[in-house]
């Protein structure tokens, strides 16, 4: 299975953030769309990623406040990625890696789309349990001894 596969499904929904966007907006677009990351852009190019982790360590830096922060000023500004082929294994091993919540899927610099941990998990329990379902398939109608003579 590969990411193009979680995208398929998941959609081609989109939120992103500029680095000089007010953090405090960028939160406020966040809690709106009941979303934990946004991919931050400029001129077209993916320079960063904001998601709830970077945002609670800038607020915790200023006392508790938001304050004037900028996007820029809390974002990661080197977010892991992979590619629309890149195979859900390999996302697995690079999210636990990185311990990286939310990865923009990339190809070339086009953004394609943003994964979370929680897509790669449900595409694996859903791979699972389809195998699963064929398997209990196949054994249910294997021959009895008497049709294979």
């Known amino acids: 299975m590969k990411v193009s596969d979680i995208l398929r499904v ?3 929904t989109l939120y992103t953030a500029q680095p000089g966007q007010a953090l405090m907006d960028a939160v ?3 809690a709106s769309k009941d979303i934990g990351s946004l991919v931050v852009m400029d001129h077209g190019m993916v320079t960063g990623m904001l998601t709830f982790r970077e945002v609670i360590r800038k607020i915790v830096g200023n006392g508790g406040q938001v304050g004037t922060a900028t996007v820029g000023d809390a974002m990661e500004p080197q977010p892991l990625t992979c590619e629309p082929d890149t195979e859900i294994d390999e996302v697995r091993r690079m999210m636990l890696e990185r311990h990286a919540r939310y990865m923009p899927v990339l190809e070339g610099s086009l953004l ?14 859903d791979a699972q349990n389809f195998e699963n379902q064929m398997l209990k398939a196949y054994i249910r109608d294997w021959p009895e001894e008497k049709d294979r003579a």
């Open 10 to 12: 998941k959609g081609s």
């Open 28 to 30: 406020s677009l966040m």
């Open 112 to 125: 394609m789309g943003v994964i979370s941990f929680y897509d790669v998990a449900k595409a694996v329990v």
